[in-house]
Nanobody
C-alpha cells in the first residue's frame, strides 16, 4: 500500500511564501511515474497547480507559473511546491498526487493514482 503524507501548509500574509512537501511511503514502490500538486479553493472544483514527470518535464497552470515552482527528490520519493508572493486567492486545500507503480515483484506490479490527505494554505490580506 502506498501512502502520501503532506506537510508545510499554514497561515501566511499576502506576499509571503510557503513550501509544501509530500513524501510517498510503502514497502513495494517500484517507480513513481509522475508527481503533481492540486488545490481546491472554497466552493470550487479541484484544479491542477503543477506537475513533474519522469523526464523532469514540468507543467504549470498558466497564471501560477513564475510564482510557484515544483521540484522533486527521487531517492526520497518526495515532491515539493515552493509558493512565492502568495495572494488571498491562493487560499485553498493543497493536495499532492502521484502515479505510482508498486507490487511485491515484477509479475505483480500495478499502477495507480495516490493522493495525499491535503494541507490547508490560508493567505491573509
Amino acid at each position: 500500500q502506498v501512502q502520501l503524507v503532506e506537510s508545510g501548509g499554514g497561515l501566511v500574509q499576502s506576499g509571503g511564501s510557503l513550501r509544501l512537501s509530500c513524501v510517498a511511503s510503502g514497502e513495494n514502490i517500484y517507480r513513481i511515474i509522475s508527481m503533481a500538486w492540486f488545490r481546491q479553493r472554497p466552493g470550487e472544483q479541484r484544479e491542477m497547480v503543477a506537475s513533474i514527470h519522469t523526464s523532469g518535464r514540468t507543467e504549470y497552470t498558466g497564471s501560477l507559473q513564475g510564482r510557484f515552482t515544483i521540484s522533486r527528490d527521487i531517492p526520497k520519493n518526495a515532491v515539493y511546491l515552493q509558493m512565492n508572493n502568495l495572494q488571498p486567492d491562493d487560499t485553498a486545500v493543497y493536495y499532492c498526487k502521484m502515479v505510482v507503480t508498486a507490487g511485491r515483484s515484477l509479475p505483480y506490479l500495478s499502477t495507480g493514482d495516490y493522493w495525499g490527505q491535503g494541507t490547508q494554505v490560508t493567505v491573509s490580506s
